[in-house]
Antibody, heavy 119, light 107 residues
């Protein structure tokens, strides 16, 4: 069945760019029925939607992060990625990638990856 | 942004209890409301979508309902596996927003 797996550096320095990749296995990003999203969770806090991407490259971003975020689909169509620039300690979080259905709910999630912003 | 407010923040209950968690939206979201269950260190799991539709594979003891901008998640008879944190999410409009969570603890 479809599985998602996040990968990327666990430690990023302040002011640098956080880069994460989500690998999709057991299915295709190119399905017309789904978007693919990133959600994060700061330690001990709730969930925050970062943004979502369609296989064609169409994107939707949270306005609170829009100036710093780029979400894209790899040409291989088995990865999609998150880039968050100018990070601060407030960007320290557990980052999840997830499949977003046509009804805009997130039905399949990766296990999450912890990113710490610290010098 | 649409604010989602959950209550209570923490709920203590026993196995077999019937529990209800409430989520209120700051404006109308029609029925575009989902509920997720999250266990420590794990990804959220979709339980309910469109306010009251049970996700495939989710036990029938979970149910959702809506009244105006208020939504409830009910667990009819708590099982040991149900002790977790529950989040509501609105997907009526961007940006999608989540409630702050309700932690369901063993009494």
């Amino acid at each position: 069945q479809l599985q998602l797996q996040e990968s990327g550096p666990g430690l990023v320095k302040p002011s640098e760019t956080l880069s994460l990749t989500c690998t999709v296995s057991g299915g295709s990003i190119s399905s017309s029925s789904y978007y693919w999203g990133w959600i994060r969770q700061p330690p001990g806090k709730g969930l925050e939607w970062i943004g979502s991407v369609y296989y064609s490259g169409n994107t939707y971003y949270n306005p609170s992060l829009k100036s710093r975020v780029i979400i894209s689909v790899d040409t291989s169509k088995i990865h999609f990625s998150l880039k968050l620039s100018s990070v601060t300690a407030a960007d320290t979080a557990l980052y999840f990638c997830a499949r977003m259905r046509a009804d805009d709910t997130f039905d399949i999630w990766g296990q999450g990856t912890v990113v710490t912003v610290s010098s | 942004d649409i604010q989602m407010t959950q209550s209570p923040s923490t709920l203590s209950a026993s196995v077999g209890d019937r529990v209800t968690i409430t989520c209120r939206a700051s404006q109308s979201i029609s029925s575009w409301l989902a509920w997720y269950q999250q266990k420590p260190g794990k990804a959220p799991k979709l339980l309910i979508y469109k306010a009251s539709s049970l996700e495939y594979g989710v036990p029938s003891r979970f149910s959702g309902s809506a009244s105006g901008t208020g939504f409830t998640l009910t667990i009819s008879s708590l099982q040991p596996d149900d002790f977790a944190t529950y989040y509501c999410q609105q997907y009526n409009s961007f940006p999608y927003t989540f409630g702050q969570g309700t932690k369901l603890e063993i009494k």
